[in-house]
């Protein structure tokens, strides 16, 4: 019988012979089926309706790429990308500023559990948070900002009411979590320091600036490369601060793309669909070249690792 019934085994099944490729894909499935679609489909309509004149109810009308041809002569457009270019040189001070805290808070000092929950706390906060903390903070007269210049003996200012000042103001309130969010990545990095190395650098004379430049920074590189990923895409995708705190005033200079996609598309005085795609698509672009550059980077390091 023994004889038999090992005659009539047949071997493994596909399953299990695969069961190290299938299982992976059988847990990410679930998340792949969302990311599609509620992500990849949504882009690609995009695509679609930026090349039709719709107003989200009625009939759409196709005008091809006549909303392009209007972005290309509007102030505003013109305003909102300069501001996300602000937006995007200004915020990658959150990478140095971020490094510069967690080196402080990774010594052993007297209280610094409680200097790294001050620091940690903005992380926590919502964006509508701190908007609403910052628009306190700039009032022109009840602010604190301007009770510390009339205490030094300076001219108060209005800083969301001057169309000059009132990006540098709002990147302000953005720089505070986004510096925490930079300096949590840093921290997790420098636990992750090999000890020896920085001992073989105190050996080779290694002090200070070399010390951090030729020893640390490139053992933080992972993490280097997390924060600008992050802090480019939050740069880009910048919305709820302007939202709360001037509503893309005063006189629209406070605009970035993707508050103006909201205007033309979904605000009380928008409901123009299809030129709100337009922008929309020129914002995921400008995005994707970004992205593209970092899969890139991530993909050519791990190939130079396996050499």
Known sequence: ??????????????????????????FLLPGLLFFGLYVVIPIFQSFNISLYRWDGLGEATYIGLANYEELLTDRNFEISLWNNLRWLALYLLAIPLGLGIALFLNQTVMGIRVYKSMFFFPFVLSQVVVGLVFSWFYLPREGLLNGLLTFLGMEPVN????????????IAAGLWPQTAYCMILYLT???????????????????????????????????????????????LRSFDLISIMTNGGPFGSTRV???????????EFGFRMGYGSAIAVVLF???????????????YDEREARR
Do not use: H
């Open 1 to 26: 019988m023994a004889v038999a019934a090992s005659e009539t085994y047949a071997g493994p099944t596909w399953l299990q012979r695969n069961r190290m490729i299938v299982t992976p894909i059988l």
């Open 159 to 170: 800083v969301l009411g001057d169309p000059d000042l009132a990006t540098y103001g709002i």
């Open 189 to 235: 990095g420098l636990n992750a320091v090999d000890p020896e190395q920085v001992e073989a650098g105190r050996l080779d004379g290694a002090k200070g600036w070399k010390m951090l430049w030729y020893v640390i920074l490139p053992q933080l590189k992972p993490a280097t490369f997390i924060a600008f990923v992050v802090t480019i895409i939050g740069a």
């Open 257 to 267: 793309l993707s508050f103006y996609m909201f205007e033309k598309a979904l605000s």
């Open 285 to 299: 672009l400008i995005m994707l070249v970004f992205i593209g550059y970092f899969l890139w980077q991530m993909w």
